[in-house]
C-alpha cells in the first residue's frame, strides 16, 4: 500500500555541522536501500525548501513508521501522512 | 518538469446531481487522456476524502495552468501546487 | 490495519429536514452493518460538536476509502485520516 | 467516562540523549500501570510522527489532568483533549 | 465537573428572520432554565461578535452533549469545548 | 468589567528548575491576593495542558494589563484576551 | 476605555443589491453619529479589502458590543476585537 | 511606490455564467488601461489556481484601494496587500 | 500617508536581562522622539500582551522600513502591517 | 520560466553579529551577481519585515532549487515558492 509522506528538515543554525554532515549521508546511504527495495518509491525535491515528497510503499502503517522513524534525520524533521489508494481515473495498475 | 498537485474537490450539496455526474465523466476522460500523453504522470486517491495526489510532467507552468484551468472540475476544486525536482538520494534518473 | 477517523458533519442551514433525516437513518444502519463486522472498531460522539472520533479496521487504504466514500452523509462531512500501529507501551496486542 | 488525548512529543535537538532514555523507560512503566489499571485505555502510535493517539477512562477531568501532567514526558509534549461520550450509531456499550 | 464551552452564531445572511427570531426566544427560555439547575452556570457575551463564553457544569461529557447538541440554535454554532478543573492556585472551593 | 483571559505556559526544556519553582510559588502567592482581592475572579485549569482559563474583574484594560504583565510567569506565557460582557440570557446579575 | 476593532465586510455574492445599498447608507449615518459622539474615535480603511481598522473609546465592553452589534451591517461582519491602554512609550495623553 | 497584491477570485458555483463573462471582459479592458498606464507594473497568473500575483505601482494606498475596490471582479476576491520597497540588495533602480 | 502597525515583542527566556533594559531604554526614546516628529502617529499597548498597536504617518513604505527595521527593539519583534487609507465613513480629515 | 519567492529571515537573537554580518556580505553579492544574469529578476523589500518578495527566471524547478539552496542565509530562511506564468490580461510580453 502506499502512502504519501511529506518531510520538512528544520535544522537549529547551531546544530553541529559535522553531526549533520554525518546524518545527511547516513540519510542518503538508508533513503538508496530503501528505494532499491521498493520501499521507498520515490522521493523528489520541493523546490526552494530542504523538503521532500516521497511515495512510500510498504505493507502496514507499522512498517511505515519503523522506516520513518530510524531515518538519521527523523528527529529533526517535520513528517506529514496521508494515505493514499488507486484513483479511478489512474491508467498506471501499479499506483495501488 | 514535475510539479506535485493536490486538488480537494469541494460540491456544494445542492449542486445539480447530473451536472455533477457529466463533470465526472469528462473529468475522467481528460485525465486517462492526459496520463496516456504523459503529462499527468500519477494520480492517487487519498484516503477518505474526494481528494488526489497528482503528479504533472510538463514544459512549463503556463502549461501546468493550461491543463488544470481547463478540467471540467476545476471550479469546485482547491487545488496546491508545489514546483518538484530531482533529489539528491533519489535513485530515479526519470524523477526529474 | 488501524486508522483514526474524525469526522465533523457539517449541514448547510437551508439542507432538507426529511433528506438529512433519512441520510442519517441510512448512516446509523451503515454503522451498524460495519461495527458487526469489525470493520468500524470504535465510534465515539465528540461532546458539543456533530462530530465524530472512529477507529476503522481495514485491510488497506483503499478499502478505507470505499467504506467512507459510500457512507450516506460522506457529502457533508469533513474528514481527517490518520494511519495508526502498534505503540510500543500498549498492553493491548490486538491494538495493532 | 472517555477523553480524546493526542500527545505529540517535541525534543529539542540539544537534549541530553541520556536524560530522554530515562524519561522514555519512566513513560513506559508509566503507562503500563495506567493501562493495567484501565484508566489508559488506549494508546496508538501515529504512523509516522513521535505522537499518539490515547483514549483515557477516567472519574472526571481533574483525575485526567494529574495523570497526564505526571507523565514523565510531559514538559516535551503538546496535547489536545477532547471529551467523548457514547455515540447513538456505536453497537459498543461499553464505549461510554 | 466543569467545561469551558466557546460558542460562535453563524447565521447565513439569507436565514428567515422570523425563525431566526424564534429559536432566539427558545434559546433563551433554554438558558434560563438550564442556568437555573445550575447546569449552566455562567454565560457571558463576548463583546464585538454574537458569541458567548459559557461554563457548564455536569455529570459527565455524555450531558454536556446532550444539553448543547439540542439547543435551539446548535445547527448554527460553531463550539469549542474544553474540560476544566480546579487550579492549584484557585481560593474557590466550588470552581471544581 | 470582566475579561476572559487564557494562558499558556511554555517552559524551555533547559529553563532553570529551581528559577521555574522560585516563579511558580510567586505566582501562586499572587493570584492568592488577586482572587482575595475579587481583582481575580475565577481560574481554572485546563486539563491535560498547562493552562489556565481565568475571568479578570477590573476597573479597565489598564488595569489588566498591569495586573497580567506582572505576574511572574508572564514572560514565559501565551496569553489571549476577550472582553466580556452580561449576557441577555444570563440569569446572573454580578455576571456583568 | 479605547478598543481596536477590525471589521472585515463578507458580502455574499446573491447579495440584494438595493438592501446592501441601504445598509451602507445607514452604516454611514450610525458611524458619523458615533464619531461624532466622541465613541468612534477612528475609522481608517484597509488598503485593498472591503475593511476597516476603528478604535472605539467607551465606558465598557458592555457598550462596545450595544455599539457594534447595533451598527446596520453587524450581521455581514466577521468582528476581531482587543482591548487598548496607553503605552508608556506613548507621549499622547488622550490615548488612554 | 509599490504594493504586492494577491488576489484570489472565488466564483460561487451557482453564479450566473453570463455575469462572470461580462465582468471578465471588464476586468480584462481595465487591467489593460491600468497597465498601459503604469498604476498595474505587473500581473502573472499563479500556475494551478484562478488566482495572480500583481504589482501595483500608486501614489498612495489611498489610490490603491480606490484601483483594487473598483475592479468588477472585486467583490468575488480574496485579497492580500503588503507594501514594498527598494531592497538594498536591488540592482533595479525603478523597483522603488 | 498612514500604516497599522502591530507589533509582538517576543523575548527568549535567556536574553540577557541588561541588553533587554539597554533595548527597552532605547526603544523610548527612540519612540517619544518619533512620536514628536510626527511619525510615529499612535502608540497603543495590547491589554495583556508585550505587543502593541500603532500608527505611522510617513512618506513611504521605504521610510516605514527604515524607522521599522532600525528600533533596538527589531530582531526581537513580530510585526504585521497594513496600509490604511481615508475611510467614506470617517469624519476626521486627518485620517488620510 | 519564472517563480515568486518570499523570504523571511528569521535571526535568533544569540546569533552570531560577525557570523550574521559575513552571511549578508555574501548574500548581497550573489543577490547582485544573479540579478546581474537575470535569474533574479525582482527583489523587493516587505516594508517592516526581514522579508522580501522575489521574481525568478529560471530553466525549471531544479534551477531554481538550487540558487536558493546555495544562497548563504539560506539556513536562516523560510521560503515559499509559487510558480507563475503569464497573466492573459498583461500586457507585458516578458512578464511569462
Chains 1, 2, 3, 4, 5, 6, 7, 8, 9, 10 share one sequence.
Request: proline share 6%; charged share 30%.
Amino acid at each position: 500500500m502506499l502512502f504519501q509522506v511529506e518531510m520538512d528538515v528544520r535544522v537549529p543554525p547551531d546544530f553541529a555541522p559535522e553531526k549533520l554532515e554525518r546524518l545527511k549521508v547516513e540519510e542518503k546511504a538508508r533513503c538508496h536501500a530503501l528505494m532499491t527495495s521498493g520501499k521507498w518509491r520515490h522521493i523528489w525535491r520541493v523546490a526552494g525548501r530542504y523538503a521532500n515528497l516521497s511515495i512510500f510503499d510498504v505493507e502496514s502503517p507499522a512498517e511505515l513508521h519503523e522506516l520513518l522513524s530510524t531515518l538519521p534525520l527523523f528527529a529533526l524533521m517535520e513528517i506529514r501522512v496521508a494515505a493514499l489508494c488507486h484513483h479511478p481515473s489512474s491508467i498506471r495498475d501499479d499506483d495501488r
